[in-house]
């Protein structure tokens, strides 16, 4: 029986495989809120911003995986035109990005949609930046720090998700 904590990625010249640690006894996170007696039930809806494709897709299939959905944009301006279609439950923004970093797409979002920035989780490899450290000590977003485990991805996701119910 194939592990549903193993997800293949495909490589160029090679199979690569990235295995999320085991949830054992401990409930699935689930996107699924309100009082499932009167089947009043809420989706809850990412929009996941990161350049690196390889990563947005295994990401996306992990939080699907959890019953999320999951839209994914490479960029900030893909971002922007998704943002401008839905209000996003929770916005996972990768910081550098090409066309538009997460410090900009935030900035245009804050100014189209300000009611999105406290929905805002920033993920960045460049925590030395002192541009990026200054952006995200000024913005309302939380901030996960690349390698990112996909246990606290998840906490961090329900963390945006009850500080804006």
């Given amino acids: 029986m194939p592990n549903p904590h193993v997800i293949p990625l495909?490589?160029?010249?090679?199979?690569?495989?990235?295995?999320?640690?085991s949830q054992r006894g401990a409930p699935?996170?689930?996107?699924?809120?309100?009082d499932e007696r009167t089947q009043n039930l809420e989706i809850t809806n990412i929009l996941l911003l990161d350049d690196d494709v390889d990563l947005a897709d295994t990401l996306k299939l992990l939080l699907e995986s959890r019953n999320f959905v999951v839209t994914t944009a490479h960029n900030g301006v893909e971002g922007l035109r998704e943002v401008m279609t839905m209000d996003?439950?929770?916005?996972?923004?990768?910081?550098?990005?090409?066309?538009?970093?997460?410090?900009?797409?935030y900035?245009?979002?804050?100014?189209?949609?300000?009611?999105?920035c406290p929905r805002f989780l920033f993920v960045t490899g460049n925590g030395d930046d002192p541009r990026t450290n200054d952006f995200l000590q000024r913005s309302d977003g939380l901030v996960l720090f690349k390698p990112v485990p996909s246990d606290e991805l998840l906490q961090m996701i329900s963390l945006?998700?009850?500080?804006?119910r």
Avoid: W, Y
Avoid at 10 to 21: H, I, L, M, N, S
């Fill in 88 to 105: 996003f439950d929770v916005i996972i923004c990768d910081m550098a990005m090409p066309t538009m970093p997460g410090d900009m797409f």
């Fill in 160 to 164: 945006v998700i009850q500080r804006n």
């Fill in 28 to 34: 699935a996170a689930s996107p699924l809120r309100g």
């Fill in 107 to 116: 900035l245009a979002v804050q100014k189209v949609k300000s009611h999105l």
């Fill in 10 to 21: 495909p490589g160029a010249a090679q199979e690569r495989t990235v295995r999320f640690p």
